[in-house]
C-alpha cells in the first residue's frame, strides 16, 4: 500500500498472483503505481489464466519459452517477451562423487489419476484418450496445437476462449503426461544399470526402489542444489514440457561445470550445439540415451571438454547478472 502512487523503473514479479489484487472498487492495485511492470512465469501460462486474463496495464509478462510468448499475446492479449530465466554460479570445494544426476521430483504420471479418469463421462473419456494419442505421434509439438487438432479431428467448432477453457481442463492431464515421459527417461537409465543420484522423498517412494542403482538423497534446496551439481559429472534434464525453451536448471547446472544431458528443445537446437556444448536426446528415441551417457561416463575428457564449453556459453549469455543487463537496457 505504501507505494501508491509512486514512480518506479520498473516493478518486477516472479511467479505472483500479487498483480491480480483489486481494490475495493474492482480496480487493480499496480494501477497505482507508475511505472512498466514485468512477470516472470515459468510454467505454461494456462496454468495462470485466472491471473492473465484481466491484468494491469502497462504489464509484459516474461515467459522461458517462445511458443508460450506467441500463447500470451494470441490468448491472453498482454505483452509478452521470450525473457528465460538465467543461473548462479557458486565456487564449491566438490569432488565430482556422483556420476549422474537428476534434481527433479518423480511424479506418479497417469498411474495417480487412472481412477479419477475412468469416472468422467464415456465422450469425454474419448476425448482424452485422442488428446493423448495425438501427444504421442508427435512429443515436441506445443500442447495447445495439439489441443486444437483434437478438437478439429471431432468437427468442434471452437474459439479462442473455447480452446483455452478446453486446454486450462486438461491441464492435469498434461502435466501427468509430462510427469510420464519423465518416467520413462528415468526408467530407461536404471534399467541400463547406470547409477543414478536423485534427491528427496518422492524417489523413496516410488516404484523405482526396487532398481539398486537408484541413489536416494536428502531433497535439497536453493544454494544446496547448486552444490549437489558441482558435485555430479554429468546433469541430468527433463523439460517439463516446454518444446521451444531454456530453463533455469540448465543454466545452473552448466555454471558449475557439470555436463547438461537434456531432452531437446527448439530454443537448445538453435542456440547449443550437441556434443559440444550439450548432450541433448529426443523423447522418441529413449533406447539411445543410456548408450549416451555410458560414452560421457566412460571418456573423462571429452566430459571436461563439454563441461567447459557448457560453462563458457552459460557464463557468456544466462547469468542472472546478463538477464539484469539486459532487463536495464529494455528500460
Known amino acids: 500500500g505504501r507505494y501508491v502512487g509512486h514512480r518506479f523503473k520498473a516493478i518486477i514479479g516472479m511467479q505472483t498472483y500479487l498483480f491480480s489484487v483489486k481494490k475495493v472498487d474492482e480496480t487493480f492495485l499496480h494501477d497505482d503505481m507508475i511505472g512498466p511492470k514485468y512477470h516472470f512465469i515459468f510454467d ?128 492435469g492431464v498434461i502435466d501427468d503426461f509430462a510427469q510420464h515421459y519423465r518416467r520413462k527417461v528415468v526408467e530407461s537409465i536404471l534399467k541400463a544399470g547406470i547409477l543414478l543420484h536423485v534427491f528427496g522423498e518422492s524417489w523413496t517412494m516410488s516404484s523405482f526402489v526396487k532398481y539398486p542403482n537408484l541413489i536416494c538423497h536428502e531433497r535439497v534446496y536453493d544454494e544446496d542444489c547448486l552444490r549437489e551439481y558441482a558435485k555430479s559429472v554429468i546433469t541430468l534434464n527433463v523439460m517439463s514440457w516446454h518444446k521451444d525453451s531454456f530453463t533455469e536448471r540448465i543454466a545452473n547446472a552448466m555454471l558449475q561445470k557439470t555436463v547438461v544431458v537434456s531432452d531437446t528443445s527448439k530454443y537448445l537446437e538453435e542456440y547449443f550445439t550437441d556434443g559440444k556444448d550439450i548432450i541433448l536426446f529426443d523423447l522418441k528415441e529413449l533406447d539411445s540415451l543410456p548408450g549416451k551417457i555410458k560414452l560421457l561416463l566412460n571418456d573423462k575428457e571429452m566430459c571436461e571438454k563439454i563441461a567447459t564449453f557448457g560453462y563458457q556459453k552459460a557464463k557468456k549469455y544466462h547469468t542472472w547478472e546478463k538477464r539484469v543487463e539486459d532487463l536495464l537496457q529494455k528500460l
Open 44 to 171: 505454461h501460462p494456462v496454468w495462470m489464466k485466472k491471473y492473465l486474463m484481466e491484468t494491469p496495464k502497462n504489464l509484459t509478462i516474461f515467459t522461458l519459452d517462445r511458443n508460450y510468448e506467441k500463447f500470451i499475446k494470441e490468448y491472453y492479449h498482454v505483452s509478452a517477451e521470450f525473457f528465460p530465466p538465467g543461473g548462479v554460479e557458486k565456487e564449491f570445494v566438490a569432488e565430482r562423487i556422483y556420476g549422474l544426476s537428476f534434481m527433479g521430483t518423480c511424479g506418479m504420471g497417469f498411474y495417480g489419476k487412472l481412477s479419477g479418469l475412468l469416472k468422467l463421462e464415456r465422450s469425454e473419456r474419448i476425448f482424452i484418450n485422442r488428446f493423448i494419442r495425438f501427444m504421442k505421434e508427435d512429443l515436441n509439438q506445443p500442447t495447445e496445437q495439439v489441443m486444437r487438432r483434437t478438437m478439429e479431428y471431432y468437427g468442434i467448432s471452437y474459439t479462442q476462449e473455447g480452446l483455452m477453457k478446453r486446454l486450462y481442463a486438461m491441464r
